[in-house]
């Protein structure tokens, strides 16, 4: 990870809004063949015994379901907007280009879970995403029969979250504002990396 401190809050419910707020987390594990896997999958973050962990589900009997069976070892990582930022922007553009972004990573130990848990966290997932508090009734229970015996439930402990909200925060006033001007004028990317952009202490 990109790790200055510039780039970090030091509000530690930012980075869980920000995790609340991008749940399409990326999972990466290896397996027993030293080969990495990864799979992207919707997650919720709770706290249990005063514990932080992910929760969510993914195929069974891939090669990520495979390799956290024998390697529970993981990083979950969750990514928001981000943008190229051309030096061509700045007053003085004989400085480098760069991207801006927003990732946390997040590590921990995966465990998988029993049938009862993966049916409570198909319908969270349901209902949340779908924005009905009924939805995952409406779903025929034969469907349901069938489709919990090719996934499987999980749950990470978080262990360690690190982060980097890079946001020009090292640039001086005149180069950030101009940077804002293009992004306003940018695609969906740019003005969402804009927006954040004002809402950074500097």
């Known amino acids: 990870m990109y790790n ?17 707020e991008h749940p399409f987390a990326m999972v990466m594990g290896v397996g027993k063949d030293k080969l990495p896997v990864a799979t992207q999958v919707p997650v919720f ?17 891939t090669d ?3 390799a956290f069976l024998e390697n529970p070892d993981a990083l979950m990582v969750f990514t928001g907007p981000h943008t190229y930022i051309s030096a061509s922007w700045y007053p003085d553009p004989l400085q480098a280009s760069t991207w801006n972004y927003m990732s946390v990573h997040v590590r921990g130990k995966i465990s998988f879970l029993d049938e ?4 409570e ?7 949340h995403f779908e924005r009905k508090p009924d939805a995952f009734s409406s779903i025929p229970a034969e469907y349901i029969h069938r489709m919990v015996g090719a996934i499987v439930a999980f749950e990470l402990k978080v262990e360690k979250v690190e982060h980097v909200f890079k946001l020009s925060q090292n640039k001086d ?5 101009a940077i804002l001007s293009h992004l306003d004028k940018g695609d969906a990317n740019a003005i969402a990396v804009a927006r954040e952009m004002r809402s950074v202490k500097r």
């Open 173 to 177: 006033p005149q180069t950030f504002q």
């Open 116 to 119: 009862g848990a993966l049916l």
């Open 121 to 127: 966290i198909l319908e969270r997932t349901t209902n």
């Open 45 to 61: 973050l709770d706290e249990r015994d005063g514990q932080p962990v992910l929760t969510g589900h993914m195929m069974r009997q």
């Open 4 to 20: 200055l401190s510039h780039f970090k809050t030091t509000d530690p419910q930012q980075v869980i809004r920000f995790m609340e």
């Open 64 to 66: 990520h379901h495979k």
